[in-house]
């Protein structure tokens, strides 16, 4: 593509192209049709993505009463590749599961939507945002290190209140 068709595109045309012949959509998750897919998704990542009781249907429906802006799938061909869960709590932002289909990696589809999940943090005032990681999780490693993100040194802690 020439420097002038480029610029004659939009930025997420640009971004969400994969090639000419497979355009990826980013839309907004719609439940409840979309969550069984994503599910499926997360539960092929591998194992950086850890499903638990917060992924269950009662949990993902509660999270979008809060932000359903942040809950972002990519699409290629009207077919599920990819998905992102944001959050924004008014301070800082998450960013949680974010997996791409096995055969689709490598293609821009997990910085495209962690590219549109951080532009809609911004618009919502977030100056900063985190995600988690699990240690024996390389493949992620490189994938965020690669992208600017640094490894606090912090211990992280949680509790189930329920």
């Known amino acids: 593509m020439t420097?002038?068709?480029a610029a004659g595109k939009s930025w997420l045309d640009q971004k969400m192209s994969v090639s000419e012949?497979?355009?990826i959509q980013i839309r907004i998750f719609q439940y409840p049709d979309d969550y069984a897919p994503v599910i499926g998704l997360?539960?092929?990542a591998g194992p950086g993505i850890h499903l638990g009781r917060s992924d269950?249907?009662?949990e993902i429906f509660k999270k979008l009463a809060r932000d359903p802006d942040l809950f972002l799938l990519a699409e290629?061909?009207?077919r599920l590749v990819g998905a992102v869960l944001g959050g924004f709590d008014g301070r800082r932002g998450m960013m949680y599961h974010l997996?791409?289909?096995p055969a689709c990696r490598g293609q821009g589809i997990g910085e495209a939507l962690m590219e549109e999940l951080e532009r809609r943090l911004?618009?919502?005032g977030c100056i900063r945002y985190y995600l988690l990681v699990t240690k024996d999780n390389a493949d992620a490693i490189r994938f965020y290190e690669a992208r600017g993100w640094d490894q606090l040194e912090l211990y992280v802690y949680g509790k189930d209140l329920t």
Request: no cysteine; net charge negative.
């Open 42 to 44: 997360w539960g092929q």
């Open 122 to 124: 911004v618009n919502k």
């Open 21 to 23: 012949n497979e355009p």
């Open 3 to 5: 420097a002038s068709a």
């Open 76 to 78: 290629q061909n009207s």
């Open 56 to 58: 269950e249907p009662e």
């Open 99 to 101: 997996a791409v289909e």
